[in-house]
């Protein structure tokens, strides 16, 4: 055998379960013409939204920080499935991150994950069911030595990765933009700040000309658990924030809500 033949069935004897790797030159998602020849390779939900909260009433999370609605899978058009597989809506997700040692996850997402009325495995648990069970890249078929709810860690993992290569609140401060309940903003001053960072232009949102939730649009190389994320201009879908007059509301935190924080059996 050679070495290097060796070295990688070393790697593959390291991993308990992995997402197939996928050839490099696999097809970006929304990026091909004609079926979909691999779907656990070339994602048939292509366009990807990391989608981010600013809730300053009641507030969630910490005040320097946006937080996490969810990822979403899109059909590359603004349309987009949900709830794909009932018999994947795992409960107790905090639980099945602990028992499969990753709490290191688990603790993340108890930070900037959160519901805003403190209900945090519930919104975890109906982000998954409703979104993650529709990407075709984490099916279970998908996978080698799959064992259940792999596919979950996987979804959760990536999520919080791609927050964390997302620093909206960073990104906007650095450019002069930080909550004010006196100040407002223009839709192309923030669009700015956050483009010249991402390298693509974000979805914005307001509730009564108030910012917030920010979207993200990807396509992906590879399988969302482990692929290659592009930045892209979102296509059939567009935020709802007027052209001027934004206003970026510091959180109350008095308003916070109580976690309630459930116990594994
Ligand atoms: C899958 O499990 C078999 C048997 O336990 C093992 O030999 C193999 O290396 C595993 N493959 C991967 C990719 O983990
Ligand atoms: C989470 O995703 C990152 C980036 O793809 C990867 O390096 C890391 O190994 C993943 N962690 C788990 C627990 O899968």
Known sequence: ???????????????????????ASSPISC????????????????????????????ATGPANSWTIHGLWPDNCDGTYEATCDSSRAYTDIGCILEDKGHGDILTYMETYWKDYQGDDESFWEHEWSKHGTCYSTLNPSCYTNYSKEDELVDFLNTTITLFKS????????NAGITPSSSKTYTN??????????????????????????IEYAYNVRGSVANGKFIAVEPTGTSGNCPKTGIQYVPKDLSTTPKANEGSCS
Do not use: H, R
Request: proline fraction near 5%; glycine fraction near 6%; charge should be positive.
């Open 1 to 23: 055998m050679s070495s290097s033949l060796l070295a990688f069935s070393t790697l593959l004897g390291l991993a308990a379960a992995v997402a197939k790797s996928c050839p």
């Open 31 to 58: 990026q091909t013409t004609g079926t979909i020849q691999n779907t656990c390779c070339t994602e048939v939900q292509g366009q990807v939204l990391q989608v981010q909260f600013w809730d300053s009433s009641p």
């Open 166 to 173: 997302l620093p909206t609140y960073q990104w906007l401060a």
């Open 188 to 213: 192309a001053q923030i669009t700015t700040a956050l483009k010249n960072k991402f390298g693509a232009t974000p979805i914005l949102s307001c509730t009564s000309g108030k910012l917030n939730q």
